[in-house]
């Protein structure tokens, strides 16, 4: 089983690099314009989305994406996976004081899934926490920790299930996973919904966010 | 080649109730419920994500989406199709006091190619307009009108365009289309880059937008 693991992982870690490679293929940076790209243009990480205002989805990001991620101003980066966080991320965040958040979860090939639930439950928490918006939710490929995290938290938003395994199998594409949607389908938000923090996302709760409040004026 | 787009738009209709149809199956309403779903959940329509704040994508909502269109408080929705809206749609609308703009774009299959830039233009002027916010744009299914809408505003927040085409097939999955790839990157932003109204949304114009700041207080 270990090994499954091991080869599933090493599989992982050629297809980002693939993904990364074609990703970039044909941009060509300059020593002054890597925050940005060629051509002042952003790169945004693979498999980037906004999940609700104030927090964002995906993959690992590299330092051609850093000018991008400057322009999200964000406060805190919640990453998802056992492995030490790179250098040059960790002084990206340094230098643009950035809390970094880690949950280690495994990155665990079908038919050998171990979720562990109460990782999911705690990081959930500090993406509910307003004090660490905007953040950025991240794994290795943004499909399968990540969906599963956002996956959670629209359950917490009172979305229906149909809608949620339709946005994580959008990221997710033909590496779908059903033990991915099987957690998340038996995923018990109850202790999540008394929260003492502030809750800023829409549905999450019972109450109108005070966060959201100045967007629609 | 008028058939030929009569027969794609009937494709495309016979699609959409399929998916429509495969999407809520499962899910049972009784009329006090209808807003939510049963069980007091929420169902955003097909293709639904947040493309920035107060800016969202989608496919044709129906009935079972509004109880979730209402916790958006939308405030104008763009819609893309030339076909008039349906009525339940516009009382939608009206009852819950949401400007509605239609663009009509034929939708036509390859290679009967025919994007009209200027309304691809008007459209973008309506999405950068904050006093048009929150703001949802949709089509039928939320992936090539959209999908060209939403690319050409990422054009104008400066991201390469590999993400843009990333983000667009993304939506329009196995249905992505050259043609409208193509469009999107030949598509001229210079004449809306000095827009008078205010632009809202990060790294289009130079400054930093007011209308972002409170989300990071």
Redesign the interface.
């Known amino acids: 089983m270990g090994v499954e693991e091991d080869s599933s992982e090493d599989e992982e870690d050629e297809e980002l690099e693939e993904d990364v490679k074609a990703?970039?293929?044909?941009?060509l940076f300059t020593e002054g314009e890597k925050s940005?790209?060629g051509e002042?243009?952003?790169?945004?990480p693979?498999?980037?989305?906004?999940?609700?205002?104030?927090v964002y989805r995906s993959g690992f990001p590299d330092t051609a994406n850093f000018g991008?991620l400057e322009?999200?101003?964000l406060?805190s980066v919640l990453y998802l996976c056992p492995e030490p966080y790179p250098e040059a991320n960790l002084q990206f965040l340094l230098s643009n004081g950035i809390k970094l958040f880690q949950f280690g979860l495994e990155s665990c090939k079908e038919p050998f899934v171990n979720i562990p639930e109460d990782k999911i439950r705690e990081a959930l928490k500090i993406v509910l926490d307003a004090r660490n918006?905007?953040i950025l939710i991240h794994c290795k490929r943004g499909k399968h920790r990540t969906g599963c995290v956002v996956g959670c938290l629209r359950k917490l938003?009172?979305?229906?299930l149909?809608?949620i395994f339709?946005?994580y199998q959008?990221?997710a594409?033909a590496k779908a996973r059903v033990s991915d949607q099987r957690f998340m389908e038996l995923f018990d938000t109850s202790s999540l919904k008394n929260l003492p923090s502030p809750l800023t996302l829409?549905?999450v709760g019972s109450f109108e966010s005070p966060?959201l409040a100045?967007?629609?004026q």
């Not at 002042?40 to 945004?44: D, E, I, K, S, T």
């Open positions: 990703f970039h293929s044909g941009r940005t790209g002042g243009l952003y790169v945004p693979l498999n980037f989305a906004m999940v609700d205002c104030g991008f322009t999200l101003k406060r918006h905007p938003q009172k979305w229906c149909s809608s339709d946005e959008r990221f594409a829409r549905n966060y100045p967007i629609h």
